[in-house]
């Protein structure tokens, strides 16, 4: 039961601080916001926690936080502004797996205490890295893209959590589906990999519902002049 109610207190708190993110620093928060989540939820990964008595890894509060970003952004924004956030949190992957392998590459010191604990997590992130890198894109653009289209079908304020929630519950399934398969099949056994993979989703759909409330909040703050 810990998990659970602490899991649910670690989301709050996520999208409360992407809040205040947003409400300080703009648009340019956002883009910073990308940045850090990216980078976080493919660190928490690599842990495994038991939650509504299946296997689950971390990650999926700030994987989903990235999404709320890019439909705040869409929403406020525009479509290309977007699509910028999802460029910037790919190449931003990219340098942290680039520089954390070279990293590894130092011989360390005799009494250097880092590196066995460094190369167990980041000895995992190319191959997470590649399947985050692949399931970031083609779900990002998609998210962006559905939620474009919902826009133009469900244009009013108050129809906000159609847009938000069908194009993230859309792209999380696209998102779950390419990651779970490069990052862990093959390394976990199938039925655990399917456990991964159904409670990744159902993470991500619960997640997706909470933050809805958030993106109205982020709707009634100041928009900055381009």
């Known amino acids: 039961m810990f998990n659970i109610w602490f899991g649910l207190l670690f989301v709050l708190i996520t999208f409360s601080l992407l809040l205040i993110m947003y409400r300080m620093f703009g648009r340019t ?51 290309k502004e977007a699509q910028k956030a999802v460029w910037l949190g790919f190449f931003t992957l990219i340098i942290m797996t680039i520089i954390m392998q070279l990293a590894l590459l130092f011989q360390p010191h005799q009494e250097d205490i880092a590196q066995e604990a460094l190369s167990i997590i980041f000895g995992l992130i190319p191959r997470i890295a590649l ?9 990002q653009f998609t998210d962006v893209y559905i939620f474009s289209f919902l826009k133009k079908r469900f244009p009013s304020d108050g129809q906000f959590w159609i847009r938000n929630n069908g194009s993230t519950m859309i792209s999380q399934l696209i998102d779950t589906l390419v990651f779970t398969s490069i ?32 993106g109205y909040l982020a709707k009634r703050f100041p928009k900055e002049k381009n």
């Open 29 to 79: 928060g956002l883009f910073v916001w990308i940045g850090v989540s990216t980078i976080l939820a493919n660190l928490q990964v690599v842990k495994t926690i038991e939650i509504f008595g299946l296997t689950a890894t971390l990650g999926n509060a700030m994987y989903g936080s990235a999404f709320l970003v890019t439909d705040i952004l869409n929403e406020r924004y525009g479509k």
């Open 183 to 214: 990052a862990f099949l093959g390394t976990f056994p199938f039925d655990i990999w399917l456990e991964i993979f159904i409670t990744t989703y159902l993470l991500k759909w619960l997640i997706s519902l909470l933050d809805t409330p958030f």
């Open 131 to 139: 399947g985050s890198l692949a399931a970031y894109l083609i779900s």
